[in-house]
């Protein structure tokens, strides 16, 4: 971490400024290994390999940990450049959140979920100075990602109790994360907190009826969960490939021969089968894990979602163009 990022962060159990007592710096002035503590000096939070740690276990999020470290840059633009899914991650970027070109330049931006960062690298294209924080493993594979940008943070922490001060951030986002916590109207409470009066705060959930919530990802999923102390996530990385090799070259074969029956497709699909169309093999079995391994996944409507928006107090509130729980508001 750079050490002027210490302007916005908060001890997550006391709220008091940090003070950094670094051991080690790179060529470029950012800390690498040392610790932050609070005020008062009551706790301590040691920063590795240039990470500021606030959580000390994966807890809920372990599959997310196993994902990014497996699959972490496929869904970045440059690895998609010619590809069936190129633009993907900038277009749901923009349609989520709704913000142009000269939106982010030299703004202070903070994403709840980072992940291995897909997003963080659109918001440092455009100009943006990006923080990401993430309860799981992949804020090393972040870290790693963007490891000589100076204007990037990346943070391992709890979202539904974040070590930032109040009222810090221009703009803030979650993307495809809230519905992986315990209180996902929690954490969007915790992201308008860290946001300043007039900011802009945008949100994407999973969305009931989808791909998501179909019955049979939901029972792939509640097996994994039981079996995974003992399995880990090899049985779900099997399964992840099975069905994207299958849904890629058989099932849309099936579904061709039975289109004449669409009550039966529409059974296979929801029940049966763990079916998801994406025109890349390695975006197929990246989601089809990220569906079947969560200990959290619910599901919501878009009345839902705008309800939350108001509880926190937002003006201008508006569905987004993707899907019917994508929403962005401004603070007040």
Known sequence: MHPKFLDIL???????????????????????S???????????????NGIPRFVYSESYTDSFGYEWKKWSRVQFESENIGGAMEGHTSRMFHRITELNETDLIGKIIVEFGCGSGRFLDIVRKKGGIAVGIDMSEAA??????????????IVQGDILNPPFKKNVFDIGYTIGVLHHTPSPYDGLVSLSSCIKKGGVIACCVYSKNTFYDFRSVRIYRKILNFIK??????????????????????????????SNFPTISRFLKRNIFVYLELPDYRWNILDIFDAIT??????????????????????????TNWGDTSYRGIKQ
């Open 294 to 319: 969560p200990t959290y996944a619910s599901t919501h409507t878009s009345e839902e979602v705008r309800k939350w928006f108001e509880d926190i107090g937002c003006s201008n509130i508006k569905a």
């Open 10 to 32: 908060a001890c997550p159990k006391t709220g008091e400024p940090l003070i950094i007592e670094a051991k080690e710096y790179d060529n470029e002035g950012m800390v690498i």
């Open 140 to 153: 090393d594979i972040a870290r790693t990602n963007f490891q000589d940008d100076s204007d990037v943070l």
């Open 34 to 48: 040392g610790y932050l503590r609070n005020q008062s000096s009551t706790y301590h939070y040691p920063i590795r």
């Open 229 to 258: 102390q003992l399995v880990g996530a090899r049985v779900a990385n099997f399964i992840a490939l099975y069905y994207a090799k299958f849904a890629t070259y058989y099932l849309p074969r099936l579904f061709s021969r039975i």
